[in-house]
Nanobody
Framework: QVHLVESGGGLVQPGGSLRLSCAAS????????MGWYRQAPGKQRELVAG???????DYADSVKGRFTISRDYAKNTVYLQMNSLKPEDTAVYYC????????????????WGQGTQVTVSS
C-alpha cells in the first residue's frame, strides 16, 4: 500500500513564502510522475507543478517564476517552494504520484495525498 503525506501548509501574508513537502511511502517500485495540484473553492483541481514521466518539469503559468518544485529521490519526497504568494494562491494543495508497485505492472496507478490548506491573506 502506498501513502502520500503532505506537510507545510498554513496561513501566510501576501508576498510571503511557504514550503510544502510530500513524502511517499509503501511498496514502491518506480515513479512515473510526481507533483502538486491545487483546488480553490468552486474551482477545478489544477496542476501547479510536476515532474513528468518524460523527466521534464511543468509549471502552471500563474506560478512560473514564483514556485519551484524539487525532489529528493532517496527519500521519495517532493517539495514545493512557494514565494511571493498571492491571495489567489489560496487553495488546498494536493500531492500526486503516478507509480508502479511491481516490475510487472505495466500501467502506473495515481495516488493522492490528503491535501494541505494554504491560505494567503493579510
Amino acid at each position: 500500500q502506498v501513502h502520500l503525506v503532505e506537510s507545510g501548509g498554513g496561513l501566510v501574508q501576501p508576498g510571503g513564502s511557504l514550503r510544502l513537502s510530500c513524502a511517499a511511502s509503501g511498496s514502491i517500485f518506480s515513479f512515473y510522475a510526481m507533483g502538486w495540484y491545487r483546488q480553490a473553492p468552486g474551482k477545478q483541481r489544477e496542476l501547479v507543478a510536476g515532474f513528468t514521466s518524460a523527466g521534464n518539469i511543468d509549471y502552471a503559468d500563474s506560478v512560473k517564476g514564483r514556485f519551484t518544485i524539487s525532489r529528493d529521490y532517496a527519500k521519495n519526497t517532493v517539495y514545493l517552494q512557494m514565494n511571493s504568494l498571492k491571495p489567489e494562491d489560496t487553495a488546498v494543495y494536493y500531492c500526486n504520484a503516478e507509480l508502479v508497485v511491481t516490475i510487472s505492472q505495466t500501467k502506473p496507478t495515481p495516488y493522492w495525498g490528503q491535501g494541505t490548506q494554504v491560505t494567503v491573506s493579510s
